[in-house]
T-cell receptor
Framework: AQSVSQHNHHVILSEAASLELGCNYSYGGTVNLFWYVQYPGQHLQLLLKYFSGDPLVKGIKGFEAEFIKSKFSFNLRKPSVQWSDTAEYFC????????????FGAGTQVVVTP | DAGVIQSPRHEVTEMGQEVTLRCKPISGHDYLFWYRQTMMRGLELLIYFNNNVPIDDSGMPEDRFSAKMPNASFSTLKIQPSEPRDSAVYFCASTNQETQYFGPGTRLLVL
């Protein structure tokens, strides 16, 4: 069965600091990978996704993620965070041909202090 | 497109009452998902449909929960009878076989 592990449950950092959130998955086959963001009181919104091709994926709001197949990882990064990046971030995995089986990580709560 | 639409956005009810949550997926999406989110348990997949047919309901907590999708543009999640531990945010999501799009959620409080 697929599983998704997010390394940190809570991250606190100051504005302008760099952010990296870890995500590892366990699935032997080809997967599609996603990062979603949930701002306080809102629903999950897609930040970026990887299906194939260039393993460095750029998303909205300055976020990017790198797929490293050998490490089964899909870490999210942002070079300089803003207070408005305070949110919960979810990594998700899905296998082509099994579209219903989106597997979400437990989420990482990120707090950016002014 | 208006995105995934859910109603009501907020629901407060008393224990023992029936609660019905509604969802309208994005037109053309053939998968629909119901999730529950709580602080304690995080995001949980309850059930999902493909072309209006329930595919996996293993996440439905117990028989008090039921979900239907009578047509491609409408789904309901029903809790009968409701209990305080059902208090949560319930999200509906739909997918075009590539990406899941979430609705705004229904915040349910069972007193």
């Amino acid at each position: 069965a697929q599983s998704v592990s997010q390394h940190n449950h809570h991250v606190i950092l100051s504005e302008a600091a760099s952010l990296e959130l870890g995500c590892n998955y366990s699935y032997g086959g080809t997967v599609n990978l996603f990062w979603y963001v949930q701002y306080p009181g809102q629903h999950l919104q897609l930040l970026l996704k990887y299906f194939s091709g260039d393993p460095l994926v750029k998303g909205i709001k300055g976020f990017e993620a790198e797929f490293i197949k050998s490490k089964f990882s899909f870490n999210l990064r942002k070079p300089s965070v803003q207070w408005s990046d305070t949110a919960e971030y979810f990594c998700a995995v899905n296998a082509p041909g099994s579209w219903g089986k989106f597997q979400f990580g437990a989420g990482t709560q990120v707090v950016v202090t002014p | 497109d208006a995105g995934v639409i859910q109603s009501p956005r907020h629901e407060v009810t008393e224990m023992g009452q029936e609660v019905t949550l509604r969802c309208k997926p994005i037109s053309g999406h053939d998968y629909l998902f119901w999730y529950r989110q709580t602080m304690m348990r995080g995001l949980e997949l309850l059930i999902y449909f493909n072309n209006n047919v329930p595919i996996d309901d293993s996440g439905m907590p117990e028989d008090r929960f039921s979900a239907k999708m009578p047509n491609a543009s409408f789904s309901t999640l029903k809790i009968q009878p409701s209990e305080p531990r059902d208090s949560a945010v319930y999200f509906c999501a739909s997918t075009n076989q590539e990406t899941q799009y979430f609705g705004p959620g229904t915040r349910l409080l069972v007193l």
